[in-house]
T-cell receptor, first 107, second 115 residues
Framework: EPEVTQTPSHQVTQMGQEVILRCVPI?????FYWYRQILGQKVEFLVS????????KSEIFDDQFSVERPDGSNFTLKIRSTKLEDSAMYFC?????FGPGTRLTVL | AQSVTQPDIHITVSEGASLELRCNYS??????LFWYVQSPGQGLQLLLK??????LVQGIKGFEAEFKRSQSSFNLRKPSVHWSDAAEYFC?????????????FGKGTLLTVNP
């Protein structure tokens, strides 16, 4: 069964640094998503991506965030200048299937 | 905007007992409905989903859920719980049309299984 993969599994960064979280979605899917889960809280939608562009984004997804699918397979989430409050688990989803997540820790 | 309520934050059952986890949703039409399970430090595994048709949906690991439109509910059930079922369970709703998999999640129910 195809699965969604994410790298790295854990990323530690200093406040103000840029991070890129990577995902390989399921190849024949059309919609891709990023969600985040702050420790102890519920999973929140960040952004959806369809036909190589953002189809919808939440109010959380401000100018510090960007997504792209540069090579037709990888799907990335970039945070330009990380803040302490960006510390969370970030999940990539390929339609209804979720990846294992990347735990981002901002120090 | 859609929303999901999982009224039980924490449920404890004995191994072998039956289980029902409650989920109520708010949405203007018939939504897409999902249940996911998350073990500590792990990702979200899809247990089952309802799109249309038979309102009793079978999933993996012996779980089932029933969509009740009149009650705006989609409760998850299992007839006999195993110790390995201990995890956090999330109900989610997706809007029909457009990006069907843009999901709104409930806060989750933590399941503890006693031996």
């Amino acid at each position: 069964e195809p699965e969604v993969t994410q790298t790295p599994s854990h990323q530690v960064t200093q406040m103000g640094q840029e991070v890129i979280l990577r995902c390989v979605p399921i190849s024949n899917h059309l919609y891709f998503y990023w969600y985040r889960q702050i420790l102890g809280q519920k999973v929140e939608f960040l952004v959806s991506f369809y036909n190589n562009e953002i189809s919808e984004k939440s109010e959380i997804f401000d100018d510090q965030f960007s997504v792209e699918r540069p090579d037709g397979s990888n799907f990335t989430l970039k945070i330009r200048s990380t803040k302490l409050e960006d510390s969370a688990m970030y999940f990539c989803a390929s339609e209804q299937f979720f990846g294992p997540g990347t735990r981002l820790t901002v120090l | 905007a859609q929303s999901v309520t999982q009224p039980d934050i924490h449920i404890t059952v004995s191994e072998g007992a039956s289980l029902e986890l409650r989920c109520n949703y708010s949405y203007g039409a018939t939504p897409y409905l999902f249940w996911y399970v998350q073990s500590p430090g792990q990702g979200l595994q899809l247990l089952l989903k309802y799109f249309s048709g038979d309102t009793l949906v079978q999933g993996i690991k012996g779980f089932e859920a029933e969509f009740k439109r009149s009650q705006s509910s989609f409760n998850l059930r299992k007839p006999s719980v195993h110790w390995s079922d201990a995890a956090e369970y999330f109900c989610a709703v997706g809007a029909r049309g457009g990006s069907n998999y843009k999901l709104t999640f409930g806060k989750g129910t933590l399941l503890t299984v006693n031996p």
